[in-house]
């Protein structure tokens, strides 16, 4: 699968820029990306996206300085100089793109407001699926960050054709703060959508067992709404040689137990066992997995790790546990000593923290109200607020 990212605001150019180096790390086309912001010093902080790709707008407005956590600001920004981020993202190229993928903190301003502006427009202009990864702020990062990211979500859901969910607060660790959590959380996020976003490519490794092309994950996203991604890998397979150079190998942690390569319905087991752990496991967003309307059970590790009956009974069992009954399933091989399952969990009806989100938003918008009331009230005598 081909990917065109567009890292939209501070942490959507981090992860972005992560993804462009997880591309040359394995030396492969896969991943094309820019990055979007009002702020200069955020663009200038990325190390793998070209300078020619790192796109500075509302110049004129915030004189590069960000706007700060003002969405509302950020989407007009975003409105006015709509065409200049086309024009940046046609010049990268997009003949050969399979999707488009916008990449956001939901809880601050650039990202949060400008992200469902670009994809409408993205969605209007090109054929290619569009979709979004939000970040929704920790409840402690304070209630405006929650608010902005309620208003954010509620537009950009109904904007991109799907939109993943990663919830901050269920990966930060406890006693942890959220700016000490960030660089691990976005290599969470990029371990993750860094094996799906690769089904379908034939590397050095070989062609797979039961092959999932671009078409079959853009068919299990095509209901729109949010999902939710699981994700589990292996102990280490067995000893080697040569240091493996794999999707895989960058993104784990070495581990020193190893296991001897399994055959037959063991190699099965084993295949089906890693699928549950992604499924039931932490999940991206925690939700309800029983109701979600689509699934997708994606595969990858070296080839003869790969097992057809396994992926077939991992599907179904899948397919058991959701409300659907739509679950695709596939493998690809890549050169690593570890295997990866990643399940996706599309259209899901049901995740607490995007209640307790717009919850806090409703609360939020009523303070809101209620204080220019007041102010409206104190200034009835005719004398002039000095801020509105």
Same mark, same amino acid.
């Given at each position: 699968m ?11 150019g ?13 030396q ?11 702020a200069?010093?955020d ?10 790709d ?12 960000g ?16 065409d200049a ?23 601050g ?32 990062e ?23 969910i ?5 990966w930060?660790?406890?006693? *942890? ?12 996020i ?8 690769r ?9 797979g ?7 079959e994950?853009i ?14 890998i292996? *102990? ?23 296991? *001897? ?15 549950r ?10 939700c309800d ?30 397919e ?11 493998d ?35 303070d ?21």
């Amino acid at each position: 699968m081909r990917v065109f990212f567009i890292g939209f605001g501070q942490a959507g150019g981090k992860i972005v820029d992560m993804f462009i180096e997880q591309d040359k790390r394995m030396q492969t086309q896969n991943f094309r990306g820019i990055a979007v912001n009002t702020a200069r010093t955020d663009l200038m902080g990325l190390k793998n996206i070209e300078l020619k790709d790192r796109l500075l707008i509302g110049q004129t407005v915030v004189k590069g300085h960000g706007v700060g956590t003002d969405n509302v600001t950020g989407a007009r920004v975003t409105a006015d100089e709509i065409d200049a981020i086309i024009n940046a993202i046609d010049s990268r190229g997009t003949h050969d793109v399979d999707a488009f993928v916008i990449i956001a903190g939901l809880g601050g301003g650039t990202g949060s407001g400008g992200s469902p502006v670009l994809a409408r427009h993205l969605k209007r202009i090109y054929r290619e699926p569009v979709y979004a990864i939000g970040i929704l702020p920790a409840p402690e990062e304070g209630r405006l960050y929650s608010y902005n990211a309620a208003r954010s979500l509620s537009t950009l859901v109904n904007e991109a054709d799907n939109t993943f969910i990663f919830d901050n607060s269920a990966w930060k660790n406890e006693g *942890e703060s959220v700016k000490d959590a960030y660089n691990r959380l976005n290599d969470e996020i990029v371990r993750r959508f860094g094996v799906l976003f690769r089904a379908g490519e034939v590397g050095k490794a070989g062609i797979g067992e039961m092959v999932v092309d671009s078409s079959e994950v853009i068919n299990t996203l095509r209901g729109g709404g949010i999902s939710s991604v699981g994700y589990a890998i292996s *102990e280490k397979i067995s000893p080697r040689t040569k240091q493996s150079q794999g999707l895989l190998s960058g993104l784990v942690r070495k581990k020193e137990k190893t296991e *001897e390569v399994l055959t037959g319905e063991d190699k099965s087991a084993k295949i089906i066992a890693l699928v549950r752990r992604a499924m039931l496991g932490r999940l991206t967003l925690p939700c309800d997995y029983s109701t979600a309307e689509r699934g997708l059970v994606l595969l990858a590790g070296p080839s003869d790790e790969m097992d057809r009956k396994g992926v077939e009974k991992s599907k179904s069992w899948v397919e058991e546990n959701i409300a659907g009954v739509e679950v695709r399933g596939g493998d690809y091989p890549v050169q690593s000593d570890y295997i990866a399952a990643v399940v996706v969990l599309a259209t899901i009806g049901n995740a607490p923290r995007i209640t307790e989100l717009l919850e806090i938003a409703k609360a939020t918008k009523e303070d809101v109200l209620k204080s220019k009331e007041k102010r409206s009230t104190m200034f009835d005598d005719g004398i002039e607020p000095l801020f509105e």
